[in-house]
């Protein structure tokens, strides 16, 4: 029921900001960079995006590679393999990344759910700070509360409210200011360690020694009753931060799913023509694109010349890869209404995208058959969309 609920708050978070995109700035492209700054809200899609000017709105942005140089006057929403924030953002940062990197101050709350994060240590968050990962560093100060999962953790900050930390090992080396759970597989106090109230804690090797660590009358209780606490950790916070990265993921697909449709409908529309009596045919080329490209580089890579070549041609393969959800359902899109020989509005056409996105999303989570039938539907449209890259355009 949770998961339920998750899917259509973030679905209807997709729709509000679809019936807004038209008055926004919308940018697309293998590489963008935003130099000049932009007074409404942005939405980005591409391959690599810099942010080196101020935006006095929203940022929703699906990368590769993201990088925020200057100031976010409200909310960064963002979805990519790597984040690197070095502005400040104004409201709340919402992010699921392979690697996230937080270097400037952040006005609201932090919710991430990353492979790896590290927050520096010039860095003030004002609001809360909610993190699920597998390797989480946190060096800088924390206003609000702290509630943080992931495999290796490690905290040599401030944290001025409370803290509420899971983890396999934890290192603290930080001044922590409200009450403490700590529940770890193992739990590690460096020399800077200070608590100002009560611990509650719990680790495999039993006690801690917390002498030195404890200010005025704090105390460190070992609690057993954490360790059950721990052992939902392995599975509830794991599944928790895969959810955070998820929906964060489908909501920067969604964006992206607009752009194309609104932005590249001829394109797209082409590339749907005649797929249902040509699938195999496509399916066959997409599965081409998918074995051969990889291998075209690594022959590249073999000859000085070719090195460059190849790493442009592996660079576009993973950008393909990493939006391939999104690609499939604005093909997918096309390919319904030209079968169906319905004439859409682009709003309309948005609306379809998004929800194929959505069912090839939850259709992955089906063992076995799910990943199975979403790597046919993949390239089969990767196989449309090479079929009009190389074919000249239909005269409209």
Request: net charge negative; glycine share 14%; with cysteine.
């Amino acid at each position: 029921m949770k998961t339920i609920q998750i899917w259509t708050s973030t679905l209807l978070m997709v729709l509000l900001s679809v019936s807004s995109i038209f008055a926004a700035t919308i940018l697309t492209g293998e590489t963008v960079r935003i130099t000049e700054p932009i007074e409404g809200n942005a939405y980005i899609g591409a391959g690599t995006v810099t942010i080196d000017a101020i935006v006095n709105g929203d940022v929703t942005v699906g990368a590769g590679e993201i990088q925020i140089l200057d100031t976010i006057r409200e909310d960064l929403i963002v979805g990519g393999g790597r984040v690197r924030v070095d502005g400040v953002i104004g409201d709340d940062i919402r992010c699921g990344g392979g690697e996230v990197k937080i270097f400037g101050n952040v006005l609201g709350d932090v919710i991430v759910g990353c492979g790896t994060l590290e927050i520096g240590p010039d860095v003030v968050v004002y609001g809360d700070l909610v993190i699920a990962g597998g390797e989480v560093r946190i060096s800088g100060t924390v206003k609000g509360s702290i509630i943080m999962a992931g495999g290796e953790v490690s905290f040599d900050g401030i944290a001025e409210k409370d803290v509420e930390i899971r983890g396999g090992e934890v290192t603290l080396d930080g001044d922590i200011r409200g009450p403490a759970k700590l529940a770890a597989k193992e739990i590690v106090l460096r020399s800077n360690a200070q608590f100002a109230q009560d611990v509650r804690y719990w680790q495999v090797d039993g006690e801690l020694d917390f002498t030195g660590h404890l200010r005025g009358d704090a105390s460190a209780v070992y609690d057993t009753s954490l360790k059950q606490d721990m052992e939902k950790y392995d599975n509830k916070w794991f599944s928790k931060g895969f959810g955070v990265f998820s929906v964060y993921r489908f909501f920067a697909g969604a964006v992206l799913v607009a752009l194309l449709l609104w932005l590249f409908h001829s394109f797209f529309r082409r590339s749907g023509a005649g797929l249902p009596d040509q699938w195999i045919n496509r399916f066959g080329t997409g599965i081409l694109y998918f074995i051969g490209v990889p291998v075209a580089a690594i022959l590249l890579f073999i000859t000085l010349i070719g090195i460059p070549i190849g790493l442009f041609v592996l660079f576009f393969y993973i950008f393909s890869l990493l939006f391939a959800p999104a690609l499939t359902a604005a093909v997918g899109a096309n390919v319904w209404e030209q079968s169906r020989g319905l004439s859409w509005s682009t709003g309309q056409r948005i609306m379809v995208g998004i929800g194929l996105l959505l069912i090839l999303r939850l259709l992955m989570w089906i063992p076995v058959a799910g990943p199975l039938l979403g790597i046919i539907l993949v390239s089969i449209a990767f196989g449309s969309l090479i079929k009009a890259l190389i074919t000249h355009p239909a005269a409209e």
